[in-house]
């Protein structure tokens, strides 16, 4: 048992291995095309929501902390690429831990208490601490030599993980179709004599194909550069094609004199009319170099993947490849809860709708802390599962943020007793954002408990399900009449007419 600033740190540290396995002829590798992906990308939500998972005792004791002792050094040891898994609530974190034995490695947590299919908003509203079932349940070694593990994307059950370290890099895939049990693929891409795999991306061409890009720093001042690789054929287990294509960043086209160093990278496809495909990069990275000590603007860059002349036809590639960059946007989240600087992973769902999540650099009292950027399902829901509500502090849909996703955790019985922001949230309620279902409301009480005294003028008002998106900016305004007045909520049958 040590002590360490002001908690106790046990360890039972079990590092499992990557069992090596033949790839699966009915290997799941596709995501969610998108209709619209500036459009996708512009419905992230830029404030995130807090997330955490008990660390499990999967880890060395001190690894992934941030702290300098026996041995462990801060800027050695941080997560590094985090991304949600097609089923079921999990995500799986990247890190490497570069002092004693190094090894880069890859962990899985499940989010007990959250659904399997949509966002999932914060489980730190009624607990300041996570429960039992959201926990990291496993630890998996992949490569000493190779000891950094970078950011990593996902296809379907397939992950691109890229390694790096002594002068040596490289990409493998695991198979994450049981998060429990991971797999290694036997198939990789080695970048011998390559020393940086900062991210990788993974996506296939229209042929079947599967196309991964490889962010690299190059040393000195000069500028990051993306290494394209595309498979021999559609059988991933046939591998890669040795020579990549490269495109080296030569600014935004804009004013910004910002030259990125992403962190995590990830393609998403546009499926157009008549089956035209385009292919999309979203990077992530922190604006500081020395985040989170020093920290900077969390960023997101949106560009648009212009492939060789006949790549996407199947014939052979002629003349290089290009970006063109789109759009950038900025995100915001709780204090040691989110960092493009360690991880920020995009997510597709099974509607094509993108959700963003992140993570800190280190482990925080004996939690793994991260955010969720989410965005709203597109057109009309009939589901109330795929409700949402969002309570913002001030009018205008300003302040602190409760935000609510399907009915599971939609029940919130006391105000005073949650947490939103690290902070208290009762009578705080001035505007809201909702989208409910026909036939379902979603009340908000005066008093606590759920209380419809009869001594009060309007003891609650309903936020009326029409199945599409209402946004009311100040609840004070005719004819609610009802801020700074929410002590709890739930979810009540209605036949449509408003209180």
């Known amino acids: 048992m040590i002590q360490e600033t002001g908690f106790v740190m046990r360890s039972q540290f079990r590092m499992l ?7 699966p002829d009915t290997l799941m590798a596709e995501n969610t095309a998108v209709t619209n992906v500036l459009e996708a990308f512009g419905a992230i939500h830029s404030v995130g929501d807090p997330l955490a998972a008990r660390d499990g005792d999967v880890f060395p004791v001190y690894a992934y902390t941030g ?6 050094n801060a800027p050695g040891n941080h997560f590094r690429g985090v991304q ?23 962990f899985i947590v499940k989010m007990g ?18 429960g039992t079932t959201d926990r990291v349940i496993s630890c998996y070694g992949i490569d000493t030599f190779r000891w950094r593990a970078g950011g990593i994307s996902r296809l379907g059950d ?45 996506e296939r061409l229209p042929d079947g194909r599967f196309v991964v890009g490889v962010w690299r720093e190059l040393r000195g001042n000069y500028p990051g550069r993306l290494d394209l690789y595309v498979s021999r054929d559609e059988r991933l287990r046939n591998g890669f094609e040795e020579r990549p294509f490269a495109w080296t960043f030569n600014g935004f086209g804009d004013e910004s004199d910002r030259s990125p160093r992403y962190r995590n990278i990830n393609f998403i496809t546009e499926r157009r009319v ?21 920290n900077g603007v969390n960023v997101a860059d949106l560009w648009r993947v212009n492939l060789p002349n006949g790549l996407v036809a199947g ?19 709780v204090r040691d809860h989110a960092n493009f600087g360690a991880g920020a992973g995009t997510y597709v769902d099974d509607v094509g709708a993108l959700h963003m999540y992140s993570c800190f650099h280190w482990r925080v009292e004996r939690t793994v802390r991260m955010t969720e950027y989410a965005s709203h399902r597109p057109g009309t829901i009939h589901d109330l599962r795929d409700a949402w509500v969002e309570l913002y502090e001030h009018d205008g849909f300003r ?42 409301a979603y009340r908000l009480y005066r008093d606590a408990g759920f209380k419809e005294r009869r001594t009060l003028k309007k003891p609650f008002v309903d936020l009326v399900g029409t199945g599409s998106a209402v946004a009311i900016p100040d609840l004070k305004e005719r004819p609610l009449r009802f801020g700074d007045k929410v002590s709890s909520s739930k979810y009540v049958v209605r036949d449509g007419s408003r209180s």
């Not at 014939?315 to 989240?333: I, N």
């Not at 399907?406 to 909702?434: L, M, P, Q």
């Open 274 to 294: 008549a089956g035209q495909v385009q292919l999309y990069m979203i990077g992530t990275e922190n604006t500081s170099r020395s985040a989170p000590a020093e």
């Open 315 to 333: 014939r052979s590639p002629s003349g290089r490849f290009r970006l063109d960059h789109v759009a950038t946007r900025e995100y915001h989240g």
């Open 67 to 72: 702290a300098e002792i026996r041995g462990v």
């Open 399 to 440: 302040g602190k943020r409760l935000s609510i996703y399907g009915n599971r955790h939609a029940e919130i019985t006391d105000y005073r007793r949650i947490f939103v922001d690290n902070g208290d949230f009762n009578d705080a309620v001035s505007s809201v954002k909702y989208q409910i279902p026909r036939g379902h």
């Open 17 to 23: 291995q990557l069992p090596f396995v033949d790839c």
């Open 84 to 106: 949600r898994i097609r089923k079921g609530p999990y995500l799986v974190v990247s890190g490497g831990l570069g002092t004693g034995r190094r090894r880069s490695q890859v």
């Open 158 to 202: 397939l992950i691109a993980v890229p390694i790096e370290g002594r002068r040596k890099s490289r990409v493998v895939f695991l198979h994450a179709k049981n998060p429990e049990a991971l797999e290694r693929l036997k198939v990789e891409i080695d970048r011998s004599g390559v020393p940086s795999a900062e991210a990788a991306a993974v």
């Open 113 to 130: 208490t959250r659904a399997a299919r949509g966002p999932w908003g914060s489980n730190l509203v009624k607990n300041a601490i996570p």
